[in-house]
């Protein structure tokens, strides 16, 4: 099983942040190349909401969902390349919409952003 793991140090975000992009109505995500050699049982992500998306209940709403589709999305494909670092930034709609768009909409994000890098 795949674990998901944090971004830790302000130079990898930095690094992330300069790298390839791609926006839904939902969230966008940042993603890049790991730049260090380790096992692929570890996916380099993290979940980032802006104050202004509303309190902290929405936030860590929102954080939730996102989170729990992409382990789903690790279980049970193999669209998500461990060799890469994602960045996720949520946005306010997520949080009313429901679970099934926010998961397909992952789903075709994550099979684009495979294309671009293959």
């Known amino acids: 099983m795949i674990k998901l793991k944090n971004l830790k140090s302000d130079f990898q975000f930095k690094r992330l942040l300069g790298q390839k992009k791609f926006h839904t109505n939902y969230f966008s995500v940042y993603f890049g190349k790991n730049s260090t050699k380790e096992n692929n049982k570890k996916l380099n ?3 980032i ?3 202004k ?3 902290a209940v929405v936030r860590n709403k ?3 969902r996102l989170r729990s589709a992409i382990q789903k999305k690790l279980q049970n494909k ?5 060799n890469y670092s994602y960045i996720i930034f949520g946005k306010s ?3 009313t ?3 099934s768009l926010i998961s397909n909409e992952l789903d075709k994000t994550f099979f684009k952003i ?3 890098n293959n």
Do not use: H
């Not at 193999?78 to 461990?82: A, G, L, N, R, V």
């Open 93 to 95: 709609k997520a949080f």
């Open 78 to 82: 193999k669209i998500i390349d461990t």
């Open 49 to 51: 909401m802006k104050k």
């Open 62 to 64: 929102i954080k939730r």
């Open 114 to 116: 495979n294309q671009i």
């Open 53 to 55: 998306i509303g309190n």
């Open 45 to 47: 992500i993290s979940f």
């Open 97 to 99: 919409e429901k679970y």
